[in-house]
């Protein structure tokens, strides 16, 4: 397996545990469950590792994707640009959680906000997942790009460039 066959395999993972998290914590909300908003925390915590692992393998993908013909250099670029904030708000996500999951323990009077501000967090970090996967498909799935001129005709989408790359050339 290569590096861009294992950035492939754990990069869904980042975006998949907060989208998860969320509903469960919602679910903890209006029952008034702390075991349920506690199993929430831990996902979100979960989540942050994976981050990790996705921006470790991203760097090692970034180096080979950028040899392959037909990939587009400046769709990578701010891919992994993107990326960044997303695993800095994963890694707050997931920081914040632990807190939160401490003080629910601890039967904290904070513990009882502490749901809605990851809540709050959770939402943000999504929005940024939103904007990493859809960059990091368009990479090689030619049929996403916005603002391209995509040949039909070259349906593997080898050799189609994005209307940013003709512009760099």
Sequence with gaps: MDELHLHLVVNHLPIIF?????????????????????NAYIIFIVGAIT??????????AENS????AGLSESLIEKHADIS???AILTYFLGGI???????SFKNSVISKYAPFVVGILAIV??????????????????????????DYRNFEGNGTTS???EENN
């Design 18 to 38: 907060p989208i998860v998290g969320l509903m469960i914590l919602l679910i903890g909300i209006f029952t008034k469950s702390e075991v349920t908003k506690r």
């Design 51 to 60: 981050s990790i692992a996705a921006m470790v393998t991203g760097e090692n």
């Design 65 to 68: 994707a950028t040899k392959i």
């Design 84 to 86: 960044e904030i997303f």
């Design 97 to 103: 959680s632990l807190a939160a999951l401490i003080l």
């Design 125 to 150: 970090c999504l929005f940024f997942g939103q904007k990493v996967g859809t960059t990091g498909g368009e990479i090689k799935h030619t049929e996403i790009r916005t603002g391209q001129d995509f």
């Design 163 to 165: 209307k940013s790359d």
